[in-house]
């Protein structure tokens, strides 16, 4: 199963990551965000529909997306958008749009504050 991980990490933790896959080290997918805050606000609820309904479901042009989803095009479009900027969707030659996964895993961690 082709799987992506989305989740936060720091930038040393993604260097980490850069420098194990470049010794042949096998690290998966990865899209990672700095904060959950950031995470958050931009896989926002609407975005988690689309890609629910792009997750292994290949190249797809924005209208499908929108079909499948039930919302508006230019709607759709505001927030495919958003996804292609951050990485998140990729966009073919063809212009379709593709999320290339199987299955998404969510991961990160809320610490308590220091006092």
Request: with cysteine.
């Amino acid at each position: 199963m082709n799987t992506v991980t989305l989740g936060v990490d720091t930038e040393d933790a993604v260097s980490a990551r850069f420098v194990a896959a470049m010794k042949g080290e096998p690290q998966g997918a990865f899209i990672t965000f700095a904060t959950p805050e950031l995470l958050l606000q931009t896989l926002t609820q609407m975005r988690w529909e689309i890609l629910k309904k792009m997750t292994g479901a290949g190249r797809l042009s924005l209208r499908e997306v929108a079909r499948r989803v039930g919302r508006d095009v230019r709607r759709v479009s505001d927030d495919v958008h958003a996804l292609l900027d951050v990485g998140v969707l990729e966009r073919c030659d063809d212009g379709s749009i593709e999320f290339p996964y199987d299955a998404v895993h969510v991961d990160f961690t809320f610490q308590a504050e220091a006092a």
